[in-house]
Antibody, heavy 121, light 110 residues
Framework: QVQLQESDPGLVKPSQTLSLTCSVS??????????WSWIRQPAGRGLEWMGH???????TYNPFLKSRITISMDTAKNQFSLHLTSVTAADTGMYYC?????????????WGQGTLVTVSS | QSVLTQPPSVSGAPGQRVTISCTGG?????????IHWYQKLPETAPRLIIS???HRPSGVPDRFSGSRSGTSASLAITGLQAEDEADYYC???????????FGEGTRLTV
């Protein structure tokens, strides 16, 4: 079965770029009509869909983050990545990668275990 | 705040039945986009427990069930067990916001 694992960025300084990688095992990120997604939970808040990349490489982003976010994929390594620029304390929280199944009507399954990102100087 | 509204907390005794509501609007639940539910235990990833309004993925006990009506959806848990104590989130798509949306989550105490 497919499993996802986020990298651990640790501490990120304000105004810098947050970079995370999601490693996918048990299946290829180019097989099937899946959307490889990033979801976060800022401290004290609910879950927020950040964006995703489709299996053939096109990306869609949360309009609220669109100016700061880039999601890319490395098919050779079976990974996809998140880059979020100009981070602030408001970007602190848990970050999850997940697979979106069935597009607009779809659900997220499975999820990675999550990684804690702290933005602080 | 989230476009999908959930109660912050619900509670029930072992063996009882509880329901968790998820209220949206005309651009998400009311627009007939599917509702999905997740269970999140402490220190673990969210787990899909209901997809497509009512479907239980393999391995999810039949004590969990989903329903919808109008601009709302509900998750029902019967025969409560201590292991059900977790946070529960609803999720759908919002056509006005052009993004996938989640409820704020409901903490279930058993």
């Amino acid at each position: 079965q497919v499993q996802l694992q986020e990298s651990d960025p640790g501490l990120v300084k304000p105004s810098q770029t947050l970079s995370l990688t999601c490693s996918v095992s048990g299946g290829s990120i180019t097989s099937g009509s899946y959307f490889w997604s990033w979801i976060r939970q800022p401290a004290g808040r609910g879950l927020e869909w950040m964006g995703h990349i489709y299996y053939f490489g096109s990306s869609t982003y949360n309009p609220f983050l669109k100016s700061r976010i880039t999601i890319s994929m490395d098919t050779a390594k079976n990974q996809f990545s998140l880059h979020l620029t100009s981070v602030t304390a408001a970007d602190t929280g848990m970050y999850y990668c997940a697979r979106l199944v069935a597009g607009t009507a779809g659900w997220f399954d499975p999820w990675g275990q999550g990684t804690l990102v702290t933005v602080s100087s | 705040q989230s476009v999908l509204t959930q109660p912050p907390s619900v509670s029930g005794a072992p063996g009882q039945r509880v329901t968790i509501s998820c209220t949206g609007g005309r651009s998400n639940i009311g627009a007939l986009f599917d509702i999905h539910w997740y269970q999140k235990l402490p220190e673990t990833a969210p787990r899909l427990i209901i997809s497509g309004d009512t479907h239980r993925p393999s391995g999810v006990p039949d004590r969990f069930s989903g329903s919808r009506s109008g601009t709302s959806a509900s998750l029902a848990i019967t025969g409560l067990q201590a292991e059900d104590e977790a946070d529960y989130y609803c999720q759908s798509y919002d056509s006005s916001l052009s993004r996938w949306v989640f409820g704020e989550g409901t903490r279930l105490t058993v």
